[in-house]
């Protein structure tokens, strides 16, 4: 058998019909397959890759972590260094309140520590969440899923979860003093980039402050210079009791966290202990990595050109079967008229070199967020594909 046959036989598999590129290498923001074929990657791993693949920096803190040690010990119990060093780095980039980070595994295991710490500081259990958000596969991510088809078949589910119409103002008057959190991603992500009015989200900062409600954002997709700015937030003027982080956290590797206050965050230390608890989360090598990718983001001016990158892959995809093309910073959804027509220019696009995919809740939708130093030369390129493969009809 096979390598790919080996995968289908013996990987879990996720769809009837993945995509099985068997990817042989990745640099920067080119992917190579088995049989000698370059890719441009306008998907970035889902927004993992902001700094490109295997940049010289992360691979560099990987072998130095290497050569220390991997894991010693449960998250928490042990200073180890390189947890330390990227806490501190995050908290210096945020603002005062969020100055506690407890990191996990992924950006669903945030969303989890998040759940239970709003329920353990507030004593509440009611939960609201977004229609056509998406947080992840755990159950408690899964609860706050905003599709039913995604949820129907693993119910029962956590009870209290209530679903409103994101960015809609009616639906602030159902945050009361029983709502432990609302839970909003800062940009819907699966939704097809969908960015909110500044009106609506400060008014929800205000009412969930208005009734002790914690507002946890998740930026696990729009944190890390996606949006233009580090923090999706700081582009509307508010500041979340929590933050939830991921993906590109890692620079390559598994990482997430939730953030928040230190005031907040003792509440796992007691009532009871353990309250909150992991064996990997904060992996070393991993935090190393996270911490080599951030300091290179910031170094290297990569947010600084998010928005004329973003003007230029707008001016190349113009193109009248491009019916809409939303998004925020290097970030974007271009809508088509079916699911039909959008998978045929993704078949294309990967048959040209151009590796996209769709959005779980807006599969008319091509996706567009690649490494954040993705050249001009390779946007231009990239474009011309996408115009090609729309043109093939």
Not at 211 to 233: H, S, V, Y
Not at 291 to 311: C, N, S, W, Y
Not at 341 to 347: G, M, S, T, Y
Not at 367 to 390: H, K, T, Y
């Amino acid at each position: 058998m096979n390598l790919r046959q080996l995968f289908l036989s013996h990987v879990a598999q996720t769809s009837p019909a993945p995509l099985a590129l068997e990817i042989v290498k990745a640099e920067g923001c080119t992917l190579w397959d088995a049989d000698g074929n370059t890719y441009t990657d306008l998907i970035g791993g889902i927004s993992v890759a902001n700094v490109g693949h295997r940049h010289p920096a992360v691979l560099e803190a990987v072998r130095t972590q290497l050569d220390a040690y991997l894991h010693v010990m449960v998250y928490g119990e042990f200073v180890q260094s390189p947890q330390v060093r990227y806490a501190q780095r995050l908290v210096s980039l945020l603002p005062p309140s969020l100055n506690s980070v407890y990191f996990t595994n992924s950006g669903a295991e945030a969303v989890e520590g998040a759940l239970k710490l709003a329920k353990r500081v507030t004593g509440r259990t009611g939960i609201i969440a977004f229609q056509n958000s998406y947080h992840g596969s755990t159950q408690g991510a899964l609860s706050i899923i905003g599709d039913e088809y995604w949820r129907r078949s693993f119910r029962p589910l956590l009870p209290g979860v209530r679903h409103y119409t994101y960015n809609d103002p009616a639906m602030l008057e159902r945050i009361t003093e029983d709502t432990a959190c609302v839970v909003a991603e800062t940009v819907q992500a699966e939704a097809g980039v969908l960015p909110p009015d500044a009106a609506w989200l400060q008014a929800l900062r205000a009412r969930c402050t208005e009734t002790g409600t914690l507002l946890i954002l998740d930026e696990i997709q729009a944190g890390f210079g996606r949006t233009g700015t580090l923090w999706g937030f700081e582009h509307y003027g508010i500041v979340p009791d929590v933050l939830l982080l991921g993906k590109a956290l890692g620079g390559g590797m598994p990482l997430g966290a939730f953030i928040a206050s230190k005031e907040l965050m003792d509440a796992f230390t007691d009532a009871p202990v353990l309250g909150h608890i992991s064996t990997f989360g904060g992996h070393p090598v991993c935090s190393a990595a996270g911490l080599a990718a951030l300091e290179a983001l910031l170094a290297e001016d990569m947010i600084g050109t998010v928005g004329r990158k973003a003007d230029r892959f707008r001016s190349g995809l113009q193109h009248p079967r491009i019916l809409s093309l939303s998004g925020i910073g290097l970030w974007m959804a271009a809508r088509f008229a079916s699911f039909e027509e959008c998978k045929r220019v993704i078949d294309r696009c990967i048959a040209g070199g151009v590796l996209s995919d769709w959005f779980l809740f807006a599969a008319d939708c091509l996706r567009i967020s690649p490494p954040l130093n993705i050249s001009d030369a390779e946007i231009d390129a990239a474009c011309a594909v996408i115009r090609g493969a729309l043109d093939a009809d």
